[in-house]
Every structure is written in structure tokens, then in C-alpha cells.
């Protein structure tokens, strides 16, 4: 059943037993019923196009039946459609399938295999490449000057390609992932000086080019292969179903949703326990390899290898259009765009528009991208029965009447007409006008089952907890001892009361030290912004860290999470010393932190972004194990009831609570909260202290940077104040708001607290 956000004075919608629903308009009929996806007929269609999770669209994880795993549909379709090619390229001569078929087909495969190639770092982790040519470039003249030149088989010599594509690769991903700088458009840049280079060095070098170009010979057809056609194709089928193949299994696993992840935020990704290095040489290997094996099969395609038509811009700009026109975030979206690409360009040539070639497919991208900026998947993905029957009857109309062109223009005037309105009915406001199903992301609760829970999504705010829970009673000391792994926290509208001991909480003793500052400085330039810095912060302690604006508290935040390092001083966590590791190591050493304006996972839904912390935290895990304790994790902070909506539908409060639940999630020993109260009105800020007190009642020790002092004085344990880069004052709360020094610095008056 299709749910609804209820709207006051709309008769079609009525809400009983807690669940929203959809009355039908009277008059609509099957028509309507089958746009809105409610017939049995759509599952064939969505298993075509993929319809199952994924890092940068829905949940990934693995299907099960009856308790047993079951393979994705997506990935059965790839198979079916793999196998169905196949026998198609191995019976050519038996069905009649002419050679220009199979020469037009392996050019798809091969442009699917370079366009999911590039997609698995460009698209993916979004680190934009121009660098595609170096590849195609390396795997053809290694294929054209071995075989040609010296006589080695050409099938040795396509893992000879792989080994020095990926070399290239990782050495270029080696200098631009090292530095920091290297992001955006300057990773663009040097990515597309890489096959300028190797250019220059293949035309003046004889042994590889010199200036003559380099033929490749046709090699040994396999006995059942009848012709170098029917051969040319089987070959670039079978490089571009791996090629897809290594993108869907990098999707749905741990790698798919770390590089999702780096495209969204790297810095907090890496925060958050994502060893971004890694992955994005992973993704930066695979894309070199498989880049460099295609390159091998287009060698022997075109026959003749030269400078220019592999190291040129067409590739790479080829490239480029097909994913970003089929959608950049999921594995089918490069094959979407080199099917639609591939068959337009030689409908264009066959009808001699080939001066006009460039010029058409410009307006057809610029069209797509301004109409559809996340790609034709996600639109083909809302409405796979309108755009299959608009397929079917635009291509078999014209079959029929047959009063113009043949097979292939016929298909591509209805994959055009399929786009077009997939594009159309994606629309929201088209689509209203419609009365259809909203498409794309939902970001109201998906199931409301109370009338609490309906509430707090309407009123876009979590009801404060009752008062006899921020209240914890003490419990025998074998109970506390589980520590925060194993203490259950209880969620904002639970009612009952649950009984915690508080480590260090106002009036108890204090843990042994926790976190080690000792003479710790950091230099912007001539700008110091810590200066000699000394602080101990005790297991079960809740700090408030204060100062006036530019004192260095976020400085001191992003020391202890790894953001930045300092220029002097050391840092210890739990007695290691983490002064120089990576952030994500010191993540999983215990430490984790929110940030002052949040930065949510825009690609993952709320449950996701918790699951992230989870699976790449410090017991790491899969993210269909990850989900079920994310969604506990939620309801700690009352959002479970917006799991499934993505962070653009939250306001600032819920964003706000979705931070600190990521945070918690990571099971951390030490949880920073960079001015996690900004912005939030008294109400919310209530909420939220009801919520910092559960997780600090749960053993978590905490620190928090805030200028409300009424918070302050009803939380903290101790406060330190920082002015100038120092550290001004330590101590009890009520001692240290009422220091004159304080008053002076912070207050700028006589103050009363």
C-alpha cells in the first residue's frame, strides 16, 4: 500500500490505526493503479532495471526468504542478460545476425566497459577523472606493440595490460590521494595532463609509436568462433559484463558504501572511521584495470593503434557524457548511457548527420542534465512501467506501420521517447499535477504508527523525555561495569526509568585519565591558534570546553579527532598515542565527534548514516548487520521514525540528532559535541539536553563545546575555558563561571550564574 503524508482538509486522504492512506480517485481505473507500481507486473521490470539497494540510493544488504540469502534481482538480471548476449554472439550464423550487429554491439560493450570503468572512482567516490584516455591508451599499445611487434599471443598480453594499467593508476592515485589539496577541480586537472604525457612519450619513442602508429594482428580465432567479428564481440561482451560485474559487487558491499560515503563528505567519512586512503586507491586500482583490458580488446577493434585515437580527448569526454547522462550513482546508470550514446551517434552516421554528431548529442546532454541531474536511472528506476510501455509502444507503433527507417532507428526513437517521459513524469510538480506517486527520495516517516510519533514528524521537533528518566538511579557496580558496548540506552518517549551509574557524574569520582594533552600548539601561519595547551580528561567526565569566539575550541576539537595535527605537543587516547594517525585510526582507538553544522551522508538514508559508524567503527561489520543496531541507535534520539528519509527532509534539530546518534554508534569512549545546541530554539534545546544526558549515563565520556551556560551549569562536571589559544581556567563549573579572570575574558561583566 502506497502511503501518504497526511494533509489537513484533503478528502482522498484519511488516517486509521495509525497508518496513512491512499484513497483511490473514482474514475481512474488500471491505468492509475499500474503508474503507481501496484501491479504484480512491475517486479520483472524493476529486476530489470536494478530496483534494489544500494550505498548511494536505498538500503544494500542481502535479501532473505525463509532465512536464507538470496541474490539480488539486480544481479540476476546482469546474469540473464550476460548469458542471453552470449548465446546470441555464439549463434549468429544460425539466427542470421549480420556482422555490422556484432561490430555495433561490441562497440557497446566496449564504451559500457570504459564508462563503468570510470564511473567506479568519478562516480562513486566523485573524484572527478579526464584521465580515462591513459588507460584505453596504455592497454592498447601494450596489445599493439607486443603482439604486432613482437610476436606474443595476443591473449597474454591483456593481464600484461592490467598489471601496467593499474600500475599507472595507483602511482597517479599515490600522488593526488596523498595530497590533501588534490580535490575537485585540481584532481580533474592533473588527471587530464596524464595522457597528454604519455602521448608525448609514445610519439617520440620508436620502439612504441614514434610517429608511424602500430598495427595489431588479427590472433588465432577459437575453434567454435567463426569470424573475427562474431570473435571481436564475444571478447568485448565478455570485458564489459566484468567490468559491471566488478561495479555491482563493489556497490553492495562495504567498499560500495565507503566510497559513497567519500563523495559525500571524505573528511567526516574518514572521522568517522572510513579509511578513505584505501578505498579510493581500491576504486582508483580497479578503474585502471579494467580501463586498461577494454583498452586491449579496442586495439584489435580498430586494427591500427596511433597517438591520436586513443590518447585523444574523445575517449575520455565520451566517457564522461555516458555516465553522467545514465546516472553516476549506480552501476546500471554507464550502461544506460553507452546503450543510449552508442546506438544515437550510428543512427546519426547511417543517416549521414555525422558533421552534426557532436552538435546533436551536446543539446541531447545539456537537455538531460538540466531536466534529470541524477541521471536517467533514477528516473527510468520511479517509473519503470510508464518508460517500458513507452518503449514498447513508440518502437512496436513504428514496427507496425513501418512508414519509416528500420529495426535500430526504431528502437532509438523509443528509448529516446522512454526517456523523455520518464524524465517528464519525474517531475514533482508534473507529477502532482498528475495526482501520481511522488517520485524519488521519501523523506516523511514511511510508517507512523502512533499518533506521538505523527506528531513529532509534523511539528519537525522531538517531544522532550519525561522527567523520570533524566533522573538515573545508581545500580550495583557489576551492572555499570559492561560499559558503553553493552549498556542499553533508552530511547527519548520510553517512560520507564532506567537505572545507570554514572562514571564521574557531579558529586562521584572521577575515572583513570582518558585523554592526554600535554604542551600541545597549532599554528595557522603567523596565526596561533592553541598555544601549549595542557588537559587531562578523566573516564565518565562530562567537560564543557568555553571561550569566546576564536579561543580555539574547534582547533582543539579537530586535534583530538585527527582532522588537523598539531604543530607541537603530544595527544594521547586510552594511553596510545595518537598525535600523528590518521583520523579514521583514532576513531577506532575510541574517539568520536559531531560537528557545529551538521554533515549528514546526503546520499544515505538516516538509518545508513548510524549503520555507517557501525560498520567502520571499532569492531567493523556489514552494513545488513549494521542496520538493525542503527535503527536502536535512532530511537535513542526519537528518529526512528524517519530511518528510511534521507538528511535533506530533517530540519536543524532532527540533522542536529542524527549527528549525535553517528556519533554514539561508533561505540566511542570519548564523544566531542562541537556546538551541537546551535541554532535550536528552547524547546529543542531541552531535547537535546535530555539526550546528551542519556549518553553520557550510558559510560560515554563526553566533551562539549557550548556557549549556553545554563546548559553547561545543568550537564557539565568540569569546565575548561580556553582565551586566546590557552587554557584560562579548570575546574567546577560553579568555580570557574565566577573566576574574575572569566568573567573578564568570556563574560566581559560581573556575572551572577
Known amino acids: 500500500m502506497v502511503r501518504h503524508r497526511l494533509r489537513g482538509g484533503d478528502p482522498r486522504r484519511d488516517r486509521r490505526g495509525g497508518r496513512y492512506l491512499r484513497l483511490r480517485h473514482p474514475g481512474r481505473g488500471a491505468l492509475r493503479r499500474r503508474l503507481d507500481g501496484l501491479v504484480p507486473g512491475g517486479r520483472a521490470v524493476r529486476a530489470l532495471l536494478g530496483d534494489h539497494p544500494?550505498?548511494?540510493?536505498?538500503?544494500?544488504?542481502?535479501?532473505?526468504?525463509?532465512?536464507?540469502?538470496?541474490?539480488?534481482?539486480?544481479?540476476?538480471?546482469?546474469?540473464?542478460?550476460?548469458?542471453?548476449?552470449?548465446?546470441?554472439?555464439?549463434?549468429?550464423?544460425?539466427?542470421?545476425?549480420?556482422?555490422?550487429?556484432?561490430?555495433?554491439?561490441?562497440?557497446?560493450c566496449f564504451w559500457i566497459a570504459q564508462a563503468t570503468s570510470w564511473n567506479l572512482l568519478s562516480g562513486y567516490s566523485g573524484y572527478f577523472s579526464f584521465g580515462q584516455a591513459a588507460y584505453v591508451g596504455i592497454g592498447a599499445y601494450t596489445t599493439a606493440v607486443l603482439s604486432g611487434r613482437h610476436g606474443v599471443d595476443f591473449f597474454l598480453t591483456l593481464p600484461i595490460a592490467a598489471v601496467l594499467s593499474g600500475l599507472l593508476a595507483l602511482g597517479v592515485g599515490a600522488v593526488a590521494f596523498r595530497l590533501g589539496s588534490l580535490r575537485g577541480e585540481i584532481f580533474?586537472?592533473?588527471?587530464?595532463?596524464?595522457?597528454?604525457?604519455?602521448?608525448?612519450?609514445?610519439?617520440?619513442?620508436?620502439?612504441?609509436?614514434?610517429?608511424?602508429?602500430?598495427?595489431?594482428?588479427?590472433?588465432?580465432?577459437?575453434?567454435?568462433?567463426?569470424?573475427?567479428?562474431?570473435?571481436?564481440?564475444?571478447?568485448?561482451?565478455?570485458?564489459?559484463?566484468?567490468?559491471?560485474?566488478?561495479?555491482?559487487?563493489?556497490?553492495?558491499?562495504?567498499?560500495?558504501?565507503?566510497?559513497?560515503?567519500?563523495?559525500?563528505?571524505?573528511?567526516?567519512?574518514?572521522?568517522?572511521?572510513?579509511?578513505?586512503?584505501?578505498?579510493?586507491?581500491?576504486?582508483?586500482?580497479?578503474?585502471?584495470?579494467?580501463?586498461?583490458?577494454?583498452?586491449?580488446?579496442?586495439?584489435?577493434?580498430?586494427?591500427?593503434?596511433?597517438?591520436?585515437?586513443?590518447?585523444?580527448?574523445?575517449?575520455?569526454?565520451?566517457?564522461?557524457?555516458?555516465?553522467?547522462?545514465?546516472?553516476r550513482s549506480h552501476w546500471l546508470g554507464p550502461v544506460i548511457g553507452a546503450v543510449l550514446i552508442v546506438t544515437l551517434q550510428d543512427r546519426l552516421s547511417s543517416y549521414g548527420l555525422d558533421a552534426y554528431n557532436m552538435i546533436i548529442l551536446g543539446g541531447i546532454l545539456a537537455l538531460l542534465v538540466a531536466l534529470a541531474p541524477d541521471g536517467l536511472y533514477a528516473r527510468l528506476r520511479a517509473r519503470p512501467l510508464v518508460a517500458l510501455g513507452t518503449l514498447v509502444g513508440v518502437s512496436g507503433g513504428l514496427a507496425v506501420l513501418r512508414v519509416w527507417g528500420e529495426l535500430l532507428d526504431w528502437l532509438v526513437v523509443g528509448m529516446l521517447a522512454a526517456s523523455l517521459v520518464a524524465i517528464v513524469l519525474g517531475s514533482p510538480r508534473i507529477s502532482a499535477r498528475l495526482g501520481l506517486r511522488p517520485p524519488g527520495r521519501r523523506t516523511e516517516p514511511p510508517n507512523p504508527t502512533t499518533p506521538a510519533d505523527a506528531k513529532v514528524a509534523d511539528a519537525g521537533s522531538v517531544d522532550p523525555a519525561p522527567a523520570d528518566v533524566a533522573s538515573p538511579e545508581p545500580v550495583p557496580a557489576d551492572v555499570a561495569a559492561t560499559g558503553p558496548a553493552a549498556t542499553h540506552l533508552p530511547t527519548v518517549m520510553d517512560t520507564r526509568r532506567i537505572p545507570v551509574q554514572v562514571a564521574g557524574a557531579r558529586g562521584g569520582e572521577s575515572g583513570a585519565v582518558l585523554v592526554e594533552c600535554r604542551a600541545v600548539a597549532r599554528y595557522f601561519g603567523g596565526v596561533h591558534a592553541l598555544e601549549d595547551v595542557s588537559l587531562e580528561i578523566r573516564e565518565g567526565e562530562l567537560v564543557g570546553l568555553v571561550g569566546p569566539n576564536g579561543s580555539g575550541k574547534t582547533t582543539l576539537v579537530n586535534l583530538l579527532s585527527g582532522t588537523i595535527r598539531p604543530t607541537r605537543g603530544t595527544i594521547r587516547i586510552g594511553g596510545r598515542d595518537t598525535t600523528r594517525l590518521a583520523p579514521h585510526r583514532i576513531a577506532h582507538v575510541g574517539m568520536a565527534r559531531t560537528y557545529q553544522i551538521p554533515r549528514p551522508f546526503d546520499s544515505m538514508t538516516v538509518r545508513d548514516n548510524v549503520a555507517m559508524a557501525i560498520m567502520f567503527g571499532r569492531t567493523p561489520m556489514s552494513l545488513r548487520r549494521a542496520r538493525p543496531i542503527a535503527e536502536r541507535h535512532l530511537e535513542t534520539v526519537a528518529l526512528g521514525h524517519l530511518a528510511d528519509a534521507y538528511p535533506n527532509g530533517l530540519n536543524l534539530h532532527q540533522r542536529q540528532l542524527l549527528e549525535m546518534a553517528r556519533a554514539v554508534a561508533a561505540n566511542p569512549r570519548v564523544l566531542l559535541l562541537d556546538e551541537a545546541l546551535a541554532g535550536l530554539n528552547p524547546a529543542e534545546v531541552d531535547n537535546a539536553v535530555q539526550v546528551v544526558r542519556r549518553i553520557h549515563d550510558s559510560g560515554i565520556t563526553i566533551v562539549i563545546v557550548e556557549h549556553l551556560l545554563r546548559v553547561l551549569n545543568q550537564l557539565a562536571t568540569r569546565l575548561v575555558v580556553l582565551d586566546r589559544g590557552s587554557c584560562l581556567a579548570d575546574g567546577d563549573p560553579q568555580t570557574v563561571l565566577n573566576d574574575p579572570a572569566v568573567v573578564r575574558a568570556y563574560l566581559g561583566r560581573q556575572a551572577h550564574v
Open 54 to 108: 544500494g550505498p548511494a540510493a536505498a538500503p544494500a544488504g542481502t535479501l532473505r526468504r525463509r532465512g536464507r540469502p538470496v541474490i539480488r534481482r539486480g544481479g540476476v538480471g546482469l546474469l540473464v542478460a550476460f548469458l542471453v548476449l552470449a548465446v546470441l554472439g555464439a549463434s549468429a550464423d544460425r539466427l542470421g545476425i549480420g556482422s555490422f550487429y556484432l561490430v555495433l554491439l561490441g562497440s557497446i
Open 188 to 327: 580533474a586537472l592533473l588527471t587530464l595532463a596524464v595522457p597528454f604525457i604519455l602521448a608525448a612519450f609514445a610519439r617520440i619513442n620508436r620502439s612504441i609509436d614514434g610517429g608511424q602508429g602500430a598495427s595489431v594482428p588479427v590472433p588465432t580465432l577459437p575453434g567454435p568462433v567463426s569470424s573475427f567479428q562474431q570473435f571481436q564481440f564475444l571478447l568485448a561482451l565478455l570485458v564489459a559484463a566484468l567490468a559491471v560485474a566488478v561495479a555491482y559487487v563493489v556497490q553492495h558491499t562495504r567498499s560500495g558504501s565507503a566510497l559513497a560515503a567519500i563523495r559525500d563528505a571524505e573528511d567526516v567519512a574518514e572521522v568517522t572511521g572510513v579509511a578513505t586512503f584505501r578505498y579510493k586507491m581500491l576504486a582508483m586500482l580497479l578503474s585502471g584495470v579494467l580501463g586498461g583490458v577494454a583498452g586491449s580488446v579496442y586495439a584489435l577493434q580498430i586494427g591500427f593503434v596511433t597517438v591520436e585515437s586513443v590518447f585523444g580527448l574523445t575517449i575520455p569526454l565520451f566517457v564522461i557524457v555516458m555516465g553522467v547522462l545514465g546516472g
